[in-house]
């Protein structure tokens, strides 16, 4: 998704034009300011907005058509961050026919509205390409509680504001995203990778054909001496390189056992830890 589009979803718009009023467009996602300059300004309930807009987005409905028929069914549902809610997945779509029907949207926002639903066993749904995208959100009782990433579809990377401070991991076995990219990126291997966090080869291939990574590249020796502070995962394997090249791969075992503790207790430290309201954090949607 290009970052100006997903900006506009957060700042709204407003287009000047020499021979009409202007147009303007409210805010659709909700953002807090960062602590620093740079910092994250996207809560996860807002990481949750975006991905109800992307589902649209891949719907091929250009958001502005359907923009005021969303800001009618956000006033219909009655409550903050609707776009987030259990409610907009569970009586979304019949509220859009509702405001397909009535008088309070332009033809063009009832047409953009009524191509989002389609009549299934007499009752509107979302259509498939948007119902995919609604699948990878969970609810608890009123809210988004976990977003699984869209971007990823052979690996299961699941964002969560109560594990790992609310960055990405993947879900069997709860390693971190950020550790496995930063492995990557110094040159492991991806076997080697997939073995010491017991993932699936094709999952970790994924990740690197995201990063753009090839393998001939990622798989190139790394430097000896690292630059700049890494991540506990690359530190661990830095330590444990020699003992490998000396003593083969009947190491392995004790490799493995040993960074899934490593990563088991990453996990259950910051997932122990009570996330800040609102949390933010910087992701790719």
Do not use: C
């Amino acid at each position: 998704m290009p970052a100006t589009t997903f900006a506009t979803w957060v700042t709204g718009y407003r287009r000047e034009f020499p021979d009409r009023p202007p147009v303007v467009g409210n805010p659709l996602i909700t953002a807090v300011r960062p602590d620093a300059r740079g910092g994250a300004s996207i809560p996860f309930i807002g990481l949750a907005e975006g991905m109800f807009l992307s589902a649209l987005r891949r719907a091929g409905i250009p958001l502005q058509q359907i923009r005021p028929a969303l800001e009618v069914v956000r006033t219909k549902i009655g409550i903050e961050h609707a776009l987030a809610s259990k409610r907009l997945y569970v009586a979304g779509a019949q509220l859009l026919w509702e405001v397909s029907k009535e008088g309070g949207v332009d033809d063009e926002a009832r047409s953009g509205a009524r191509d989002l639903i389609v009549l299934r066993s007499g009752q509107y749904v979302f259509r498939e390409v948007i119902e995919r995208y609604l699948r990878r959100i969970e609810y608890d009782e009123m809210y988004a509680r976990r977003v699984h990433l869209p971007r990823y579809e052979v690996a299961d990377i699941a964002a969560d504001p109560e594990m790992n401070f609310g960055r990405p991991y993947f879900t069997h076995g709860g390693t971190p995203l950020h550790v496995v990219r930063g492995m990557i990126k110094a040159g492991e291997s991806i076997e080697e990778v997939a073995a010491d966090f017991d993932l699936r080869v094709d999952e970790v291939t994924e990740v690197a054909q995201r990063e753009g990574f090839s393998r001939r590249e990622h798989e190139q020796p790394a430097p000896a001496t690292i630059s700049g502070p890494q991540h506990a995962g690359q530190a661990f394997r830095r330590s444990r390189s020699g003992t490998r090249r000396r003593r083969g791969d009947d190491q392995r075992p004790l490799r493995s056992q040993a960074r899934g503790i490593l990563v088991r207790s990453y996990t259950a430290m910051t997932s122990t830890m009570s996330p800040k309201p609102l949390k933010s954090f910087s992701l790719r949607v």
